[in-house]
């Protein structure tokens, strides 16, 4: 079946610590896996996607299809970099995106 | 750029009471989605349309129905609100429904059910 799974609810980091959002998917087609990130009051937003291979904000995600995970890092936390994230797995034909469960992060000054 | 705008924002519904949620895009996409965000739960698939005048079930559609009569509307109905429904719904568009797509959200519609 698939699922994406993001093992922390909650991740609190200094300001200018590495973070990394773990996400771990199971499909057994041809994934394609996004990073969508909620700020404050704001809207559910795409952050990035694997295939485009960006770096947006500083963060970067890489596809491991051999253990499966998609883990989204950034060498250096900022505190707007505060929001709820949510990493979704996607595919071909009539497959719809499912997303995890969400992780929160809180960067402390 | 309005995007996909929901209507309302917040609501307060007592038990039993039936209300519609109203949603519209305006970047002609085909496929439409209603979520709803619980805490720990993430986003999970209400019911979603594959173009204008279908509808189709998601991961959680019982206690609601949708209509798309108008490719940029899609309607999410409550018949009978239960407390089990206080939640944040999320009105979504995409381009198509491959899973390949980005998906475009609304602001959130806030409906607690006493």
């Known amino acids: 079946a698939q699922r994406v799974t993001q093992p922390e609810k909650l991740l609190s980091v200094f300001k200018g610590a590495p973070v990394e959002l773990k996400c771990n998917y199971s499909?057994?087609?041809?994934?394609?896996l996004f990073w969508y990130v909620q700020y404050s009051r704001q809207r559910l937003q795409l952050l990035l996607r694997h295939i485009s291979r960006e770096s947006i904000k500083g963060f970067t995600a890489d596809l491991n299809k051999g253990e499966t995970s998609f883990h989204l890092k950034k060498p250096f936390a900022q505190e707007e970099d505060s929001a709820m994230y949510y990493c979704?797995?996607?595919?071909?034909?009539?497959?719809?995106?499912?997303f995890g469960a969400g992780t929160r992060l809180f960067v402390k000054a | 750029n309005a995007g996909v705008t929901q209507t309302p924002k917040f609501r307060v519904l007592k038990t039993g009471q039936s209300m519609t949620l109203l949603c519209a895009q305006d970047m002609n996409h085909e496929y439409m989605y209603w979520y709803r965000q619980d805490p720990g739960m993430g986003l999970r698939l209400i019911h979603y349309?594959?173009?204008?005048?279908?509808?189709a079930k998601g991961e959680v559609p019982d206690g609601y129905n949708v209509s798309r009569l108008k490719k940029q509307n899609f309607l999410l109905g409550l018949e009978s609100a239960a407390p089990s429904q206080t939640s944040v719904y999320f009105c979504?568009?995409?381009?198509?429904?491959?899973?390949?797509?980005?998906?475009?959200f609304g602001e959130g519609s806030w409906l607690t059910v006493v």
């Open positions: 979504a568009s995409s381009y198509s429904g491959t899973g390949r797509n980005t998906i475009y």
């Open positions: 499909y057994s087609g041809s994934p394609e």
């Open positions: 979704a797995l996607g595919g071909g034909g009539g497959f719809k995106t499912i």
């Open positions: 349309s594959v173009g204008e005048g279908t509808t």
